[in-house]
């Protein structure tokens, strides 16, 4: 299985920041990588998909970039609603396999 | 736009099986390769299986292999994963979430939380 580290594994971070999140996979899988945001209780909700195309209706302070291994989500002026938690999730191969996840909390 | 609503939480004994249903709204469930999702307290997400359509199977994760079972009733467009040999560390919210077509998932249930207790 591919395995997927992201870090930091936390950070606080002020409203009005540049927020940057990294995910590596141990072994290539192109651009087939997907971020979500995840608030306590709910479901996670997808952000990008192939690595930086933004999915509709997200605001576009999320970035994404990055190939083959190393990848990188971007937000770029951290908004209140925005601290909580992110994952990366490859879908490359079978099984799906996501990171361990960021928590973004208020500084 | 495709809406998935999942059965309510459950409590079970451990060595018993639950079953946990999705039901789509908006689409067919033909139409859809629905997987599924787990998160227990405190930690990360978990893919259990799905339905993969260039193979036409479900696929399980190997982790679950023996122990899931993933079905579908197209007549009233609900799915179901079911989990037997329940143990403690079974306990979790269980997703099921729809793909699109890049296969990332943009649509998610709402969770089922199952709890495994004694």
């Known amino acids: 299985a591919i395995r997927i580290t992201q870090s930091p594994s936390s950070l606080s971070a002020s409203t009005g920041d540049r927020v940057t999140i990294t995910c590596r996979a141990s072994?290539?899988?192109?651009?087939?990588l997907a971020w979500y945001q995840q608030k306590p209780g709910k479901a996670p909700k997808l952000l990008i998909y192939a690595a930086s195309t933004l999915q509709s209706g997200v605001p576009s302070r999320f970035s994404g970039s990055g190939s083959g291994t190393d990848f990188t989500l971007t937000i770029s002026c951290l908004q209140s609603e925005d601290f909580a938690t992110y994952y990366c999730?490859?879908?490359?191969?079978?099984?799906?396999?996501f990171g361990p996840g960021t928590k973004v909390d208020i500084k | 736009q495709v809406q998935l609503v999942q059965s309510g939480a459950e409590v079970k004994k451990p060595g018993a099986s639950v079953k946990v249903s999705c039901k789509v709204s908006?689409?067919?469930?033909?139409?859809?390769?629905m997987h599924w999702v787990r998160q227990a307290p405190g930690k990360g997400l978990e893919w259990m299986g799905g339905f993969d359509p260039e193979d036409g199977e479900t696929i399980y994760a190997q982790k679950f292999q023996g122990r899931v079972t993933m079905t579908e009733d197209t007549s009233t467009d609900t799915a179901y994963m079911e989990l037997s040999s329940l143990r403690s560390e079974d306990t979790a919210v269980y997703y099921c979430a729809i793909p699109n077509v890049f296969s990332a998932f943009d649509i998610w249930g709402q969770g089922t939380m199952v709890t495994v207790s004694s």
């Open positions: 999730q490859q879908y490359y191969s079978y099984p799906f396999t």
């Open positions: 908006g689409y067919t469930l033909t139409e859809l390769s």
């Open positions: 072994q290539g899988i192109s651009s087939y």
